[in-house]
T-cell receptor, first 111, second 116 residues
Framework: QKEVEQNSGPLSVPEGAIASLNCTYS??????FFWYRQYSGKSPELIMS????GDKEDGRFTAQLNKASQYVSLLIRDSQPSDSATYLC???????????FGTGTQLKVEL | SAVISQKPSRDICQRGTSLTIQCQVD?????MFWYRQQPGQSLTLIAT?????????ESGFVIDKFPISRPNLTFSTLTVSNMSPEDSSIYLC?????????????FGPGTRLTVL
């Protein structure tokens, strides 16, 4: 069964800490991986894309991909209260052009 | 990224009626998609809107319930037909511009539908 799995949370971190969000997926041929941020009542906003094994950094965000382990993660450094949102992992399972979304992880950054 | 608008932003409808949602993009895009996000849930793909041909529907979604049009490369509509309270959701269109990385999708602001 095609799946993208995330821990629903909530994940609570103190302001200034590193938040680590994880995602696993079900097949070995997926090529494209995305992290979206969704504030309550808003539509998903693209944060990061990653296509190759290893790390990709963009500002405070780092995406990490390990295709052998079928695992993708998002690190948020120096977490801010404005980072409090639901983070959705999306994968093009089976290498197609359609994205399958995980259920999302709710992140709460506390003062 | 493309600028995407949706109309209406929200609506409250009666059971048994139909609602057409519009999605407009400010540039020509290769792929357009329609998603549903039920309360407290993640996104579920309804269909891929194909320009000049019938939409491609995902398992569990049918054309009679969710007819889709895509008359050109900047516009698409999704109709939710014969609505029931179970259709209360946020409906989102997304586009793949082909300019960013492969398969990168950007979302419109969504249409919040409540069916009474």
């Amino acid at each position: 069964q095609k799946e993208v799995e995330q821990n629903s949370g909530p994940l609570s971190v103190p302001e200034g800490a590193i938040a680590s969000l994880n995602c696993t997926y079900s097949d070995r041929v997926s090529q494209s991986f995305f992290w979206y941020r969704q504030y309550s009542g808003k539509s998903p906003e693209l944060i990061m894309s990653i296509y190759s094994n290893g790390d990709k950094e963009d500002g405070r965000f780092t995406a990490q991909l390990n295709k052998a382990s079928q695992y993708v993660s998002l690190l948020i450094r120096d977490s801010q209260p404005s980072d409090s949102a639901t983070y959705l992992c999306a994968v093009n399972l089976e290498g197609g052009n359609k994205l399958t979304f995980g259920t999302g992880t709710q992140l709460k950054v506390e003062l | 990224s493309a600028v995407i608008s949706q109309k209406p932003s929200r609506d409250i409808c009666q059971r048994g009626t139909s609602l057409t949602i519009q999605c407009q993009v400010d540039s020509q895009v290769t792929m357009m998609f329609w998603y549903r996000q039920q309360p407290g849930q993640s996104l579920t793909l309804i269909a891929t809107a194909n320009q000049g041909s019938e939409a491609t529907y995902e398992s569990g979604f049918v054309i009679d319930k969710f007819p889709i049009s895509r008359p050109n490369l900047t516009f698409s509509t999704l109709t939710v037909s014969n609505m029931s309270p179970e259709d209360s959701s946020i409906y989102l269109c997304s586009v793949e511009t082909g300019l960013a990385g492969a398969d990168t999708q950007y979302f419109g602001p969504g249409t919040r539908l409540t069916v009474l």
